[in-house]
């Protein structure tokens, strides 16, 4: 049903580690897209994920990152057999050079890793379809929403397909409001013809290295407003310190407690996730633990979320 974009950051990879029974629990599948040079950290994630018996689709022809020109290390690592592919499988990015051929071709490379179409720019839908033939009903597909629009994911009906939108607009955090929506999606991913839905948690679709210094800090949470028909929206805590890019642990402070007086009035519609204890207990300790793993709270609050709304 819910399949979270990742990319292989080391925080990232910690969420998926820290979720992992929860994903499985819930019938949801990450997508990871690995952006390092080193796979133990994936290795980690996709062990955990194997532990709970759930399932991830790993991406080996990444877009990003340190695998962007050859992902001959990440099909290495899947052929290597240390996951099943009934818990791990092969996700093909097709992007807007490839040829059907080549789509095929990878394909057929991890064809004993449950292959998925992960659609992302690539231009010739119907060929492929048309390829597929007979095997079209068995395959997967993966489609990012500002790629694919409905007339192109009309040629894979009848396959499994996915639709991952980017409901996170990233901007400079000084500049986020208060509050804006993130999506209806997994409210209206049936509607849409979809048997699944996805996205980019609160990390957004834009890859970046790493931020400079960080002039606002702001944290980013989720919620589902039951009032306006289950869209989910985003609250954006931003400290009040906007112009100097010193004391991120003083403007943390400021964000995290704007946060928690959100909480307090007992109407911000967030659900008190495990994630939302430690945001209260960091708090109350008034501790700073770095702004990755505030990041990777907001994203394992985000999916704790989902699986409060689907349980």
Known sequence: MYH????????????????????????????????????????????????????AIV??????????????????????????????????????????????????????????????????????????????GESKHVFLEEHCGKPYRKHFKGATRILVRDG???????????????????????????????????VGNDYTEGGGPAYAVAIHLTYIDPSRDDVMYTYHFVSETRDTPTDPAGKFSQALSSLVKKLDTGESN??????????????????FPGLGYVKKLSMKHHIETLARYFA
């Open 4 to 55: 979270p974009y990742f990319r292989g950051k080391q925080f990232e990879l910690l969420t998926i580690r820290e979720t992992a029974a929860l994903l499985a629990a819930s019938n949801f599948v990450p997508i990871i897209e690995p952006v390092r040079e080193a796979l133990t950290g994936l290795g980690r994630a996709l062990k955990s994920i194997c532990e709970a018996n759930g399932s």
């Open 168 to 202: 996170f607009k990233r901007q400079r955090n000084a500049d986020y409001p208060d509050v804006e929506q993130f999506s209806d999606l997994h409210v209206t991913y049936e509607e849409e013809g979809m048997n699944g839905f996805g996205d980019f948690l609160i």
């Open 59 to 136: 991406i080996v022809n990444p877009d990003f990152g340190d695998h962007a020109q050859d992902g001959a290390d990440i099909s290495a690592f899947l052929k290597a057999g240390a996951f099943d592919s009934h818990n791990v499988a092969a996700g093909i990015l097709l992007k807007k050079e490839m040829s059907v051929e080549g789509a095929l071709a990878y394909h057929d490379e991890h064809a004993n890793h449950a292959p998925v179409f992960v659609h992302a720019g690539f231009l010739d839908a119907k060929a492929l379809a048309e390829k597929l033939g007979e095997k079209l």
């Open 270 to 287: 967030v659900y008190e996730t495990e994630a939302v204890a430690e945001f209260r207990d960091l708090h109350a300790k008034e501790h």
